[in-house]
């Protein structure tokens, strides 16, 4: 690497009214050359926590979906190197060590997946689907992009090798029932728009077949009973976010029908 910002680090973020989790990982983030968080017209006081801090660039940027807003934060970015964050995520010494430590000896990697424990309140959330995620936050932006057709659990396209970091990423997923069922409405809804636009027609078997199956493969394949009542929860959420997703799509299909009847 000849590039004089090749080990520098950017991390980026983007929000959405995140003022209950914004200052605690700003806090966090001393080891970053810069930080570029990437708002969608929040309106408490993520503005004016994000701007206190002095290496922040806050940008407002219209929100269309995840990809779309995430590789717009890359573009802002100007470092090789992009860690990317959620503000409800919290990194652990120990791993932000090892984020050090890999950007200083890196000569083979162009991106690394982090495993993450996920906290249901102020406890861990040991299964219920999540004991094997894996998500890739690292990487050297010039060698990777999120897929423009995922709108939502986006998916980064790395042309490289990919490696593993050692030390997990702390999610803080669920913070009450409300804040996770309107989180997983949201999510239901952009994948209906990824549905649609993939010319997916809702059937009988998905509207109630697909639920049914993830909550039981994630409450007894996935072991989720093991969570005992926090996994009943995050399975049945999970799993009614798919039939928000099918509810969506049919609505859309329905809107497109009418949109064609109209123009004969």
């Known amino acids: 690497m000849t590039n004089s910002n090749a080990y520098k680090l950017s991390v980026l973020i983007i929000t959405l009214n995140e003022e209950k989790h914004l200052k605690a990982l700003l806090s966090d983030l001393d080891f970053a050359d810069e930080i570029v968080i990437v708002d969608s017209f929040s309106t408490d006081k993520t503005e004016n926590i994000a ?46 060590q090892e984020i ?8 083979t990697y162009s991106a690394y997946f982090f495993e993450r424990i996920f906290m249901f ?41 990919i490696a593993f970091l050692k030390n997990k990423l702390i999610h803080y997923t669920y913070l009450s029932y409300q804040d996770y069922r309107e989180k997983i409405i949201f999510y239901g809804k952009l994948k209906a728009l990824e549905k649609f636009s993939e010319k997916t027609k809702p059937t009988v ?14 409450y007894f394949i996935r072991l989720g009973f093991l969570d005992g009542k926090k996994g009943v929860i995050i399975c049945y959420l999970n799993a009614y976010s798919i039939v928000i997703r099918y509810q969506e799509l049919k609505k859309l299909w329905n809107q497109n ?4 009847s109209s123009k004969t």
Not at 67 to 81: C, E, L, M, T, Y
Not at 206 to 216: A, E, G, K, M, R
Request: no cysteine; charged share 25%; aromatic share 12%.
């Open 51 to 96: 701007k206190s801090f002095h290496k922040v660039s806050f940008i407002q940027h219209k929100f269309e979906n995840f990809s779309d807003q995430r590789n717009f934060a890359i573009n802002q970015s100007k470092n090789d190197w992009i860690l990317f964050l959620d503000a409800d995520e919290v990194l652990t010494p120990e791993l932000k």
């Open 100 to 107: 050090i430590e890999t950007l200083q000896n890196n000569q």
């Open 121 to 161: 309140e102020d406890s861990v959330l040991k299964y219920s689907g999540n004991q094997t995620d894996k998500i890739i936050r690292l990487f050297n932006k010039n060698l990777a992009r999120y897929d423009e057709k995922k709108l939502v659990h986006e998916k980064l396209i790395v042309n490289g090798k």
């Open 205 to 218: 078997l998905h509207q109630l077949f697909h639920p049914v199956y993830n909550f039981l493969y994630n």
């Open 257 to 260: 029908r009418r949109l064609i």
